[in-house]
């Protein structure tokens, strides 16, 4: 059952959100050749803590740690580890946070150096279609309709779209109902309602689409073993609309990037 949320309600929940965008925010100026996964696992829970907010992922499931490092071909959910990071890898780090009570959990694939421009590319569509697929988050469409955009976006430039992994409701709990596929049926699923609030998240592949599980029972990679990219954000349907929750602009502040591709789904402009 979909659970809506009171306006009041959205707001905490865009404290949380907004917790760890942030935090990508601080990761961003330490993602380099030579830096470990742990070491940025470790500074995201200091920084997380001092927000007077609490890791949302570390204990929850079993998870060992505060952040999910997935690097190159991993997919999602790959745990933090002492090897470095190296020019032209890519990093998919995933963040949750708890702070009044509500979840804040989003994404964002880092660039390690300078990286190969077929790589560049896949991070760059899969982004895009991030942002396809939150265009179709109003009322009265329907599941389907987000998970078609994102899929058709990304099988447009020959890309996989992971089948076995997806976006979810949000709230007091990291996962609460619908789940929210990157592929679909236009008109088909459970429609879309006032108060809703859901992380969008395309896990898109190189590749092939079929993914495995390795032996630490977390981490997920492609088959193939191409390079996969995932981003994600909270959202919450408010006057028929989406509107972002979270942001990527403390990310873009740390890398000197300018964009305004949030612009259109924020009715709350965020000082960074």
Same mark, same amino acid.
């Given at each position: 059952?979909?659970?809506?949320? /009171?306006?009041? !309600? %959205?707001?905490?929940?865009?404290?949380?959100?907004?917790?760890?965008?942030?935090?990508?925010?601080?990761?961003?100026?330490? *993602?380099?050749?030579? =830096? /470990?996964?742990? #070491?940025?696992?470790?500074?995201?829970?200091?920084? &997380?803590?001092?927000?007077?907010?609490?890791?949302?992922?570390?204990?929850?499931?079993?998870?060992?740690?505060?952040?999910?490092?997935?690097?190159?071909?991993?997919?999602? #959910?790959?745990?933090?580890?002492? =090897?470095?990071?190296?020019?032209?890898?890519?990093?998919?780090?995933?963040?949750?946070?708890?702070?009044?009570?509500?979840?804040?959990?989003?994404?964002?694939?880092?660039?390690?150096?300078?990286?190969?421009? !077929? *790589?560049?590319?896949?991070?760059? *569509?899969?982004?895009?279609?991030?942002?396809?697929? &939150?265009?179709?988050?109003? *009322?009265?469409?329907?599941?389907?309709?987000?998970?078609?955009?994102?899929?058709? #976006?990304? !099988?447009?430039?020959?890309?996989?779209?992971? @089948?076995?992994?997806?976006?979810?409701?949000?709230?007091?709990?990291?996962?609460?109902?619908?789940?929210?596929?990157?592929?679909?049926? @236009?008109?088909?699923?459970?429609?879309?309602?006032?108060?809703?609030?859901?992380? &969008?998240?395309?896990?898109?592949?190189?590749?092939?689409?079929? =993914?495995?599980?390795?032996?630490?029972?977390?981490? &997920?990679?492609? @088959?193939?073993?191409?390079?996969?990219? #995932?981003?994600?954000?909270? %959202?919450?349907?408010?006057?028929?609309?989406?509107?972002?929750?979270?942001?990527?602009?403390?990310?873009?502040?740390?890398?000197?990037?300018?964009?305004?591709?949030?612009?259109?789904?924020?009715?709350?402009?965020? =000082?960074?």
């Amino acid at each position: 059952m979909i659970i809506p949320k /009171t306006l009041e !309600e %959205i707001e905490l929940m865009r404290e949380s959100a907004l917790v760890v965008s942030r935090t990508l925010g601080m990761l961003a100026k330490e *993602v380099k050749p030579g =830096v /470990t996964t742990n #070491h940025l696992d470790k500074i995201a829970e200091e920084f &997380i803590r001092d927000q007077d907010a609490v890791p949302g992922f570390l204990g929850l499931y079993g998870c060992p740690s505060t952040l999910l490092t997935s690097v190159n071909e991993a997919v999602v #959910h790959g745990l933090p580890t002492d =090897v470095p990071l190296k020019e032209g890898d890519i990093v998919a780090i995933d963040c949750g946070a708890v702070k009044n009570e509500f979840y804040g959990d989003h994404a964002y694939t880092f660039e390690v150096g300078e990286v190969d421009p !077929e *790589v560049k590319k896949l991070l760059e *569509v899969t982004k895009e279609s991030l942002y396809v697929g &939150i265009r179709e988050l109003r *009322v009265g469409k329907r599941v389907g309709d987000v998970g078609y955009a994102i899929q058709r #976006h990304c !099988e447009s430039h020959g890309y996989g779209v992971v @089948r076995e992994l997806v976006g979810h409701g949000l709230g007091k709990k990291l996962h609460e109902d619908p789940e929210m596929p990157n592929y679909g049926r @236009r008109g088909r699923g459970k429609k879309l309602i006032e108060g809703m609030t859901v992380a &969008i998240e395309p896990m898109i592949n190189m590749g092939t689409h079929h =993914v495995s599980q390795l032996k630490d029972g977390w981490t &997920i990679v492609t @088959r193939d073993g191409k390079p996969s990219a #995932h981003f994600e954000h909270n %959202i919450a349907i408010v006057n028929g609309k989406p509107e972002l929750l979270s942001t990527f602009g403390y990310v873009y502040d740390a890398l000197g990037i300018e964009s305004d591709e949030e612009k259109e789904f924020r009715q709350h402009e965020l =000082v960074l």
